[in-house]
């Protein structure tokens, strides 16, 4: 009996690594897309608690004051969603189809599309998406272990901030942007914003890790 499982195991684990190249992965591919786009204008207002600067300085403080509301744009867990659930390969792929519509088709960035796009301040963030899911799916390619998952998100959160930066700057300077203004960007961009990044982006590709099992339950 332990024979004859063992073949069925491999196969189930083959699978669950990769999505084959059909036409149900196709629709993933495009279902992924959107869900890149619709991450795009998505807003999220997420509340915590935190410490207020006025506890030590003697302040009258409300309940109110201790609760911290950000508002997030999640599309960098998004995107290693769509590493995570699809695999390096398809989802490059999916990210490809979302920089070639923006550039050449519809207006799917968050200000806008065209050509001209590549001119602007975050472009390069939009082009980190690539490196990232490369880096990461390669990493779980060996396994969703928890390390391996700490692992994928530590490097692509990291990649897709780095770049984004180093683009910025490359811009910035091209159009003779003072020191200030770039510090004021990188920190309103890649300031509190990567911490955000990380902690939703660990849910999203615990998320997508079952998602992918239960996808191949079912096909």
């Avoid at 591919?29 to 608690?49: A, E, R």
């Avoid at 006025?54 to 744009?73: C, P």
Wanted: hydrophobic share 55%; glycine share 10%.
């Amino acid at each position: 009996m332990t024979d004859t499982a063992a073949p069925r195991i491999r196969v189930i684990k083959k699978q669950i690594e990769g999505i084959r190249l059909t036409f149900g992965s196709l629709l993933l591919v495009l279902c992924c897309t959107f869900l890149i786009i619709l991450s795009t204008f998505l807003q999220l207002n997420i509340n915590h608690f935190t410490i207020p600067s006025g506890l030590f300085s003697g302040e009258h403080l409300v309940m109110s004051d201790y609760i911290h509301t950000y508002k997030l744009i999640p599309q960098v867990p998004v995107i290693m969603f769509v590493g995570a659930f699809l695999g390096r390969r398809y989802g490059i792929a999916s990210i490809l189809i979302y920089i070639l519509l923006g550039l050449f088709a519809i207006p799917v960035f968050a200000l806008g599309g065209g050509p001209k796009y590549v001119l602007e301040y975050g472009f390069g963030y939009i082009l980190a998406y690539i490196p990232a899911v490369f880096f990461a799916g390669s990493i779980l390619k060996s396994g969703y272990t928890n390390r391996n998952i700490f692992h994928a998100v530590l490097v692509g959160v990291l990649t897709i901030h780095l770049i984004g930066v180093l683009y910025m700057l490359f811009i910035a300077g091209l159009k003779h942007e003072g020191t200030e203004f770039m510090l004021g960007w990188i920190v309103a961009q890649s300031g509190i914003k990567i911490v955000y990044d990380f902690v939703f982006s660990f849910a999203a590709v615990f998320i997508a890790r079952y998602a992918k099992i239960i996808l191949w339950f079912f096909m």
